[in-house]
T-cell receptor, first 112, second 112 residues
C-alpha cells in the first residue's frame, strides 16, 4: 500500500459524459501527478500540481482539467468523453519536486 | 526531448535464473532514473531509483540497477527470479520538474 488513495476504482460511463476522479496523496506529500495508461499510448504524464498550484502540463487534452485543493487532495475532470478516453488513470504523489513518486491503485475508466 | 526505450517487450525466464531488463534513456541533463513494477490490475510500485552518487543502486525484492552514463542505460537485474516476480516492469526518467517519462514496459513471465 503506497498510501495514495484513488476513487472510484472503476467507472463506466457513456460518450459525451463528464466524470471526476479523486486522489488523496500520501500524508505530507505536497505534489500530485496524474497519468493515463492506455494500450496504445502507454503511460503518459498528464499534469502536476504542487501545493495547490499547477506546476507542469504534459499531454493533457483541453477536455480534461484538474485541480488540487487546500487539503492537498486532487481531482481530475474529464468531459465530453470519447471512446478513446477509456484507460487507467493513475495519481501519484511526492514530498516535493524531484523526489520519487508513489502511485495509487488507479481508476479504470470505461467509456461506452 | 526526453525518451525511454525498453527494447524487450516480453521476456520469459525460468524460476531461479538470473534476469536483466534493459533500459536506455535520452535526456539532456543528469537524469533521475526509476524502475517501477506493475502487477496485473495493480498500481505501480517503486523498485529503485537513481538520483546521483553510486551508480549501482539496490532496490526492494532483491533487485538492483546500474547507471551507465556512457551508454545512457539503466538496466535492472536480479540474480535469481521468483515466480512472484512475474509482472510488467517500467523504466522511467524524471526531469527537473520530476514529471516521469515512461518506457513502454517489459512483461516478465516466469516459468517453473
Amino acid at each position: 500500500d503506497s498510501g495514495v488513495t484513488q476513487t472510484p476504482k472503476h467507472l463506466i460511463t457513456a460518450t459525451g459524459q463528464r466524470v471526476t476522479l479523486r486522489c488523496s496523496p500520501r500524508s505530507g506529500d505536497l505534489s500530485v501527478y496524474w497519468y493515463q495508461q492506455s494500450l496504445d499510448q502507454g503511460l503518459q504524464f498528464l499534469i502536476q500540481y504542487y501545493n495547490g498550484e499547477e506546476r507542469a502540463k504534459g499531454n493533457i487534452l483541453e477536455r480534461f482539467s484538474a485541480q488540487q485543493f487546500p487539503d492537498l487532495h486532487s481531482e481530475l475532470n474529464l468531459s465530453s468523453l470519447e471512446l478513446g478516453d477509456s484507460a487507467l488513470y493513475f495519481c501519484a504523489s511526492s514530498v516535493a519536486v524531484a523526489n520519487e513518486q508513489f502511485f495509487g491503485p488507479g481508476t479504470r475508466l470505461t467509456v461506452l | 526531448a526526453q525518451s525511454v526505450t525498453q527494447p524487450d517487450i516480453h521476456i520469459t525466464v525460468s524460476e531461479g535464473a538470473s534476469l536483466e531488463l534493459r533500459c536506455n534513456y535520452s535526456y539532456g541533463a543528469t537524469p533521475y532514473l526509476f524502475w517501477y513494477v506493475q502487477s496485473p490490475g495493480q498500481g505501480l510500485q517503486l523498485l529503485l531509483k537513481y538520483f546521483s552518487g553510486d551508480t549501482l543502486v539496490q532496490g526492494i525484492k532483491g533487485f538492483e540497477a546500474e547507471f551507465k552514463r556512457s551508454q545512457s542505460s539503466f538496466n535492472l537485474r536480479k540474480p535469481s527470479v521468483h515466480w512472484s516476480d512475474a509482472a510488467e516492469y517500467f523504466c522511467a526518467v524524471g526531469t527537473g520538474a520530476n514529471n516521469l517519462f515512461f518506457g513502454t514496459g517489459t512483461r516478465l513471465t516466469v516459468i517453473p
